[in-house]
C-alpha cells in the first residue's frame, strides 16, 4: 500500500462536517460567476487555436506544393 492509499483510506474514515447553509450559497454563488465569466475566455483561446491550425495548414501545404515543383 502506498502513502497516497493510506492518506485516502484515513480520509474516507472522517466523519463529514456539515456546512453552514450561508456559506455554501456563497460558495455556490461565487462558482456560478466564475461559469459566466469563462466563456469569453474560452471562446478567444478557440479562435487563438483554429488561426492556428489554419496558418500551420497553409504553410504545411505551401511546402508540400514546393517539394512536386
Known sequence: MTEVDQLLSRM???EPIALDAE???AVQRRSRQRLRA??????LSSLLVLGT?????????HFTSGLYR
Open 12 to 14: 474516507r474514515r472522517l
Open 23 to 25: 456559506f455554501a450559497a
Open 38 to 43: 469563462g466563456g469569453a475566455r474560452s471562446a
Open 53 to 61: 491550425v489554419v496558418a500551420y495548414l497553409g504553410w504545411a501545404l
